[in-house]
């Protein structure tokens, strides 16, 4: 069965790092987009990053542009996300999900996404 599974989430300080890791199996990881998402308690889950694994393009919603970045190691099945300079407004629940390629995947529509880690949560204190 598909199962992406994350790691790596952690209180930090603002201005601090984290890395999350996604590790993906029973599916074909290069055929696939992965993205990160996020939900912070009362608002809607959003994307903030994705890859290609295919192409290795990546892509980042606004908000994590010059802070995040996302890179695969298809070797390992493992995705992961590097934060730095992490704000409080970063506080969330992060996911990791996959989908295999179309255009509702590079824009990180939630819905599109086929299968779902179960989170890990980040919180960034002032």
């Known amino acids: 069965e598909v199962q992406l599974v994350e790691s790596g989430g952690g209180l930090v300080q603002a201005g601090g790092s984290l890395r999350l890791s996604c590790v993906a199996s029973?599916?074909?990881?290069?055929?696939?987009?992965i993205g990160w998402f996020r939900q912070a308690p009362g608002k809607e889950r959003e994307g903030v990053s994705c890859?290609?694994?295919?192409?290795?393009?990546?892509y980042y919603k606004n908000s994590a542009k010059g802070r995040f970045t996302i890179s695969s190691d298809t070797a390992k099945n493992t995705v992961y996300l590097q934060m730095n300079s992490l704000k409080p407004e970063d506080t969330a629940i992060y996911y990791c999900?996959?989908?295999?390629?179309?255009?509702?995947?590079?824009?990180?529509?939630?819905?599109?996404?086929?299968?779902w880690g179960q989170g890990t949560q980040v919180t960034v204190s002032s």
């Open positions: 890859i290609g694994n295919y192409d290795g393009a990546t």
């Open positions: 029973g599916f074909t990881f290069d055929d696939y987009v």
């Open positions: 999900a996959a989908v295999y390629p179309s255009f509702q995947a590079l824009r990180m529509v939630p819905a599109a996404y086929d299968h």
